[in-house]
């Protein structure tokens, strides 16, 4: 049964998303929560953004400034990266996201429309107002679940440190960009502590696993006690 946000959003309780800023170890936790499902005999449907369908994963290469069939175009304007990063998601949302809550899958996505308020809106200063329009009109979705993992910068900054030769153009940012994004994000846990829940990213990555799962599992006895 889906639930309306106090933004009016649609949350939807099959769907999570996972957030934090560069090294805060998304993906592990991502495996973990899979996992998880997978072993309680549910579908899962894992993505990511930007990217998620074909020409979603075209756009990402745009965003990030990949090379594609040996051209690089120049970096996209604040306001050019935040509408295409919505074009991305307006895709992703109806050709994968949709269509699989609608079959009674899971669905945990590798970040969602919280990091447009947190990469446009903090770090590039685009105003929320814009951002929440767009996504009132291109998304129409929120998760019903959201785990914010957090950690400071300069941790993060070490653990990703060597393991990309080639850093994309966001990961290429400077400190300063990454605290607005960081401040961002914990504003947006703040503001809405029933969907979001941080988890303290310090942790060893087996730890930071086992907690997301037992919010996971809390959130899932909790949905069914409410429907």
Known sequence: MTALGDNGLERHPHFVSLEGGEGAGKTT?????????????????????????????????????????GVQHEPPAAETELLLMFAARAQHV??????????????ISDRFTDSSYAYQGGGRGI???????????????????????????????????????????????????????RSAFLARARAEPERMRVID????????????????RMFIARTKASG
């Open 29 to 69: 936790v991502l495996n973990a929560l899979r996992d998880a499902l997978l072993q309680a005999g549910h579908e899962v449907v894992s993505t990511r953004e930007p990217g998620g369908t074909p020409m979603a994963e075209q756009i990402r290469n745009l965003l990030l400034n990949v090379p594609v069939d």
């Open 94 to 107: 109806r050709e994968t996201i949709l269509p699989a809550l609608a079959r009674g899958a899971w669905v």
């Open 127 to 181: 105003d929320s107002a814009f951002i929440a329009e767009l996504e009132h009109h291109v998304v129409g979705i929120q998760p019903g679940l959201t785990l914010l993992l957090d950690l400071g910068v300069a941790q993060g900054r070490e653990r990703t440190r060597g393991r990309d030769l080639y850093p994309d153009r966001i990961e290429r940012e400077r400190d300063d960009f990454f605290e607005k994004v």
């Open 201 to 216: 990213a310090t942790q060893s990555a087996a730890e930071v696993a086992a907690d997301a799962v037992a919010i996971l």
